[in-house]
C-alpha cells in the first residue's frame, strides 16, 4: 500500500511528496462546479432515491455539467445517463 502524503510528509520523503503532486491538474479540480460534486456524492450513495439523482443531475446540467461527464459520475454511458435523467417527468 502506498504511504499517504501526511506519512511522506512525517518521514520528510520530500522527493516523493513532488512527484505525486507535478501531475496534479489545479485547474480542472478548482473549477469544477459544486454540482459535480454533488451529484458524486449522491451517486457514490447506493441508497439514494431516483429522484434525489434527477435532482442532482438536473443541477449539475444547469452548472454546465456535459451529459459525458454524468455518465462518468454515475457509472453509466453517456447516451444512457441522458435517456433516463434528460426530464424529471421521465419515469426511470
Known amino acids: 500500500m502506498r ?3 501526511d ?7 520530500w522527493d ?3 512527484r505525486r503532486f507535478e501531475g496534479f491538474d489545479v485547474e480542472r479540480a478548482v473549477h ?9 456524492c449522491a451517486a457514490g450513495d447506493p441508497k439514494s432515491p431516483d429522484d434525489l439523482l ?7 446540467r444547469a452548472d454546465g455539467v456535459s451529459w459525458q ?8 454511458p453517456e447516451a444512457e ?3 433516463r435523467y ?5 419515469p426511470s
Do not use: H
Open 7 to 13: 506519512e511522506l510528509i512525517d518521514n520528510g520523503d
Open 54 to 60: 434527477r435532482t442532482k443531475v438536473a443541477a449539475a
Open 16 to 18: 516523493e511528496v513532488a
Open 81 to 83: 445517463a441522458q435517456q
Open 69 to 76: 461527464r454524468i455518465g462518468e459520475l454515475l457509472g453509466v
Open 32 to 40: 469544477r462546479p459544486i454540482s459535480d460534486w454533488w451529484l458524486r
Open 86 to 90: 434528460d426530464s424529471p417527468s421521465k
Open 3 to 5: 504511504p499517504t502524503i
